[in-house]
């Protein structure tokens, strides 16, 4: 559902990302690992047609992200960890704005937005204005209005910033219940324990290059170490790091 | 849904629910707002009037003047419009968070640079309007010009704003997509623009002709440029005129003439976007600063300031290295600035300096009032939201070991050296280029620095009465209650100060005042003048700094 091929992007004498291929099959929900400044946003950039690579491809569900942008963009949705959202809409409207975005079908819309909102909270806030929610909120009603559209691809850049233990809990269930719905989902985080929790393949980048990928047990064989995530990644990222 | 109708059904219900917001604020807040604006619809329209009128009493050219004023009214709002839109066109296409995040849902970039150029532009003009209608109404009752006059100008008006704000979008396009980023272009461009403005300074000294068009163009630059017959703001004075008095197939034909250009302007606009957005979207957010910067900023002023205290000492260099690190901050007091000083420098071109005295002496309290006008607007756009802006990192300052009241005063001690500096510098630039005596250089300076101190010590208190630490963004603080309470006492207390003054030099100029009176008024306006200041200054500042001790953060 995502293939990835050399892909390598450099700002002046930075070499941000170098090389990257990766295959993501459909209903995989794949974790991107790395330290600050390996190159994990700038790749999820290129993947959401947000930056141009320097070289190499990128296809979503078939689709090339810089000859079929639309075509692509159409099929995926993209929680960034900093959202922007309008603060002058209220959700019911910003969902509607979403839903005309992406073409949901007007049938049954009202009713969908009312089922999401409960499912996730919000329905008490429905006619507060954005600016007025949490973070928390904010960041529920960004979840709503991803899946309203009912995506193949889903990316996620640090999905557990600033949720309750409660908000946290419904992430995790609804990430792993929409892989198994057959949803392909990227996300990168710091959180090594829902890392190893709920991906199914691991992808770690140190410097701009992927230095390991596989389950938990391919990259346990492959460092030696037998413990938990974290231990597996500061071996990794050390040795990333000492190499560099 | 096609996604432009998207777009505008999203500000469709945004607008609704700011007319919800406006509902929830108190009344108070409301009737001030919409007396201040009628207030100042009311204030433009009377000087306009009192304009028009005084030409008039001139006689001789001044017809001609009048006739001409009009499309000289546009080419300056066109120009200004223009420049305005090539900013906003920057920030809103390329720099705003929603266009980050519409690149990531399925929108035509065709419909993306449609809908951010229309609202570049509405964000632009919305305030000229202010501008256009006591101008026009002004200039109808003086020319005793019917109703239709207004409806005339309405219809000409918004295809022309549509006109100048498209020229100021592709001029961002192409900036953003072509213009080389590094110093040394820039660096020759603004030598280049500084030694072309000399030039035509020169070049404009040494042409005195006779011909009543030249003299007229001595007194009002661009006249000449304005009446230009290719000029869209020409068409549009034009147009408005002949539709007004009845001329309607010239009226039409202009009115055409306007519309298709308009047209062709936002299809450029429509083809260019498209074809460089993202070329130039890549290069701007691709962008590496490969420059070799220092570790520090300043360095050798920390050596300098040791004779501060250590916490002050800081705040003061976290300050300046802030502001010189944000281009947006600098940049615009430098183009205020350095507008007026190029104004000021040029006097003597205009021959200002040989006027008669009664000329010269409005002009300099003319000029105290443009430097104050600048003043309390950088004020209200700068010093104002700093405390704000320390946002979510004030729990630094507050944790720190200093004192509420000392922040504050640090504050405003560097705000005003700055502010002080600068209208010091204008006014004796300005004052040397006019040749006046020097008890009016002196008061000019004086009265300038006095209205820098107390507008700077408004917008520090009332910027710590109404501090804002939740909003990130520097325009919604300025544009809130306290931001408009700020921006409205500093006007007034501007006028407070300098009125006294200007009254009392125009009376004895004109031979209304005698040598005895002139002198007890100008005792009595001093005396004002030093209460008034140190009311202003001292009064804000103590409410900010027992509001700021005062508050749970």
Redesign the interface.
């Known amino acids: 559902m995502i293939r990835i091929q050399q892909l390598n ?1 450099s ?4 070499h941000a990302v170098r090389n990257l291929s990766l295959d993501v099959p459909a209903g995989e929900l794949f974790c991107f690992l790395g330290p600050n400044g390996a190159g994990k946003t700038t790749t999820i950039k290129m993947l ?5 690579p320097d070289s190499g491809t990128v296809h979503i569900g078939g689709y090339d992200i810089r000859t079929q942008t ?2 692509a ?2 099929i ?1 949705g ?1 929680i960034p960890d900093m ?2 959202l ?1 603060e ?3 959700p019911v ?1 910003f969902l ?3 839903a ?4 949901v079908p007007s049938s049954n819309l009202r009713l969908t937005i009312e089922d999401a909102l409960k499912q996730f909270g919000l329905n008490d806030m429905r006619s507060a ?1 954005i600016g007025e929610l949490s973070h928390g909120m904010r960041q529920r009603l960004l979840y709503v209005a991803t899946f309203l559209h009912s995506p193949k691809v889903v990316f996620i850049d640090e999905p557990l910033i600033g949720l309750d233990p409660h908000s946290i809990r419904m992430i995790k269930n609804l990430l792993r219940a929409k892989t198994q719905e057959g949803m392909t989902i990227l996300l990168t985080t710091h959180i090594l324990a829902l890392a190893e929790e709920i991906a199914d393949r691991i992808g770690i980048i140190s410097n701009g290059s992927l230095i390991a990928l596989g389950k938990m047990s391919d990259l346990r064989a492959q460092t030696g170490v037998e413990g938990k995530l974290e231990d597996v990644f500061l071996k990794l990222t050390e040795s990333g790091n000492e190499t560099a | 849904m096609n996604s432009l109708s998207a777009l505008w059904l999203k500000d469709l219900y945004a607008l609704r629910n700011l007319r919800r917001m406006f509902q929830r604020e108190p009344i108070f807040k409301v009737i001030f707002i919409l007396a201040f604006a009628s207030g100042m619809m009311g204030g433009f329209f009377y000087l306009f009037l009192d304009g028009f009128r005084f030409l008039s009493d001139m006689g001789g050219g001044s017809y001609m003047i009048t006739r001409r004023l009009f499309a000289l009214f546009f080419f300056g709002l066109g120009s200004m419009l223009v420049m305005s839109n090539t900013v906003t066109s920057y920030s809103t296409i390329f720099r705003s968070r929603e266009t980050t995040f519409l690149l990531t849902g399925p929108i035509d970039i065709r419909n993306l640079v449609t809908y951010k150029f229309i609202e570049s532009t509405l964000l632009s003009s919305w305030a000229f309007v202010f501008l256009i209608v006591p101008f026009s109404a002004a200039y109808a009752w003086h020319e005793k010009l019917g109703v239709m006059f207004a409806l005339w100008t309405g219809l000409f008006s918004i295809p022309f704003v549509i006109l100048c704000g498209g020229l100021g979008t592709l001029l961002a396009l192409i900036a953003v997509r072509w213009l080389p980023r590094n110093r040394i272009f820039w660096g020759g461009v603004v030598i280049a623009a500084l030694l072309f403005l000399g030039f035509t300074l020169h070049q404009h000294r040494t042409e005195l002709r006779d011909e009543t068009s030249f003299v007229l163009n001595r007194v009002l630059p661009g006249l000449q440029l304005a009446s230009y017959p290719l000029a869209p703001n020409n068409w549009v004075a034009e147009g408005i005129m002949s539709l007004t008095g009845g001329q309607f197939a010239r009226g039409a034909l202009l009115w055409c003439t306007l519309l298709a250009n308009t047209l062709v302007i936002g299809l450029l606009v429509q083809w260019l976007g498209t074809a460089t957005f993202h070329a130039a979207y890549q290069r701007l957010i691709g962008a590496s600063d490969t420059r070799k910067r220092q570790p520090e900023l300043l360095a050798g002023l920390d050596w300098f300031l040791t004779f501060l205290p250590h916490d002050v000492r800081g705040m003061v260099l976290k300050d300046m290295r802030s502001f010189l690190r944000d281009p947006m901050q600098w940049s615009q007091a430098l183009i205020f600035f350095g507008l007026l000083a190029l104004y000021f420098a040029g006097f003597r071109s205009f021959h200002y300096d040989q006027f008669p005295e009664t000329w010269r002496n409005l002009i300099v309290f003319l000029n105290i009032f443009s430097v104050s006008s600048v003043i309390c607007s950088l004020a209200s756009r700068f010093v104002f939201p700093q405390l704000s802006m320390e946002g979510h990192s004030f729990w630094i300052l507050g944790l720190a070991p200093t004192g509420m009241g000392r922040i504050l005063a640090t504050k405003f001690l560097l705000a005003a050296l700055a502010m002080v500096s600068v209208s010091a510098g204008l006014m004796s630039l300005a004052t040397w280029m006019l040749q006046v005596g020097p008890g009016l250089k002196l008061l000019a300076i004086g009265v300038a620095v006095a209205i820098s101190l107390s507008v700077t010590a408004l917008a520090t208190g009332l910027g710590a009465v109404f501090i804002d630490l939740k909003q990130p963004n520097p325009v919604a603080v300025i544009s809130g209650f306290g931001g408009t309470i700020n921006l409205v006492l500093s006007l007034g207390l501007m006028l407070g100060t300098l009125l006294p003054f200007a009254l009392t030099w125009h009376w004895h100029v004109t031979g209304r005042l005698s040598s005895a009176l002139f002198i007890r008024g100008n005792i009595l306006a001093t005396v004002w003048l030093l209460t008034l200041t140190l009311i202003t200054t001292l009064v804000p500042l103590w409410l900010g700094s027992r509001s700021l001790k005062r508050r749970e953060y």
């Not at chain 1, 700002?11 to 930075?14: D, E, I, N, T, Y």
């Open positions: 992007k700002f002046g004498p930075l959401t047609g947000l930056m141009r639309v075509d963009k159409r995926m993209y959202p922007f309008y002058k809409l209220t409207e509607k704005f979403i005309d975005l992406y073409n204005l």
